[in-house]
């Protein structure tokens, strides 16, 4: 078994359905992540450490129907996270990600241009914590060529990078997958829309076979690596459904397809 997989198998699920070419669908993935590790005592000694993993967040994907011949599509984004510090304790800030953007229905939706709203506000008492809240900050990106530009209702400054491959996101890459068009070589990442991290690559993984809900299944993926991110971890099933999306303590698993 893969070690991507050590704390997640039992948040996988199964899915029959197919999603139709050009017709509208959602995607909505349950986060869940890995903060600390606890200790038994069992038969007066001590074992451990054990992982512990709670559910952080969420993240749904909507992508619209297509009409028309054009090479351009739009993805709308929700990712939400809610942090604690320790698996034990409650959430005391709550993260939202909304966004909308524009792709190329390329190999690897690369991005042409997105709108995002970001806000943070606390969950726990403002007295316990160190801030009120954040945002709702707007900010705005786009590529021409290899030129990006990332601008903030905030500051007003613009933010500009130089992409030397295609530029690619979690949220496009997931739906390109989800497609069936991702083919493996060199991509820049933009990190939640926010971090760019150039110079990446997708590579194939070796195919697996997993227990998924009593149903043995065949999986494939792919993992996005480079010097500027832990590795990423994709899987499929056998009707190109990303599963999950797996990172260091943290995975994003598929709960639900809307069609």
Wanted: hydrophobic share 35%; aromatic share 10%; net charge positive.
């Amino acid at each position: 078994m893969h070690l991507s997989f050590d704390l997640y198998p039992s948040y996988f699920r199964n899915f029959s359905e197919s999603v139709l070419p050009k017709k509208e669908y959602q995607l909505s993935y349950a986060i869940h992540a890995m903060r600390n590790y606890t200790y038994r005592t069992e038969g007066g000694k001590r074992t451990g450490p054990f992982p512990q993993v709670r559910q952080e967040g969420s993240l749904v994907l909507n992508c619209p129907s297509i009409t028309g011949a054009g090479k351009t599509r739009q993805l709308n984004v929700v990712h939400t996270r809610a942090w604690s510090t320790w698996t034990g304790q409650k959430p005391s800030s709550k993260q939202t990600i909304n966004a909308s953007i524009k792709y190329a229905s390329n190999h690897v939706g690369s991005l042409e241009e997105w709108n995002l709203s970001y806000k943070s506000e606390p969950i726990l008492p403002v007295k316990s914590y160190r801030y009120n809240a954040l945002g709702p900050v707007k900010q705005y990106g786009r590529c021409s060529g290899p030129s990006i530009e990332v601008s903030s209702s905030k500051s007003g400054n613009i933010r500009t990078y130089t992409a030397n491959h295609t530029v690619t996101s979690l949220y496009t890459l997931i739906e390109r997958l989800q497609a069936g068009a991702v083919q493996l070589g060199k991509v820049d990442y933009f990190d939640d829309l926010t971090m760019f991290r150039p110079g990446l690559e997708i590579v194939s993984l070796p195919q697996q076979k997993m227990e998924i809900q009593g149903k043995l299944q065949n999986l494939h993926g792919y993992a996005l690596v480079g010097p500027a991110i832990l590795p990423l971890y994709f899987w499929q099933d056998e009707l190109n459904h990303v599963l999950a999306v797996i990172g260091r303590n943290v995975a994003y698993t598929l709960t639900t397809i809307t069609s």
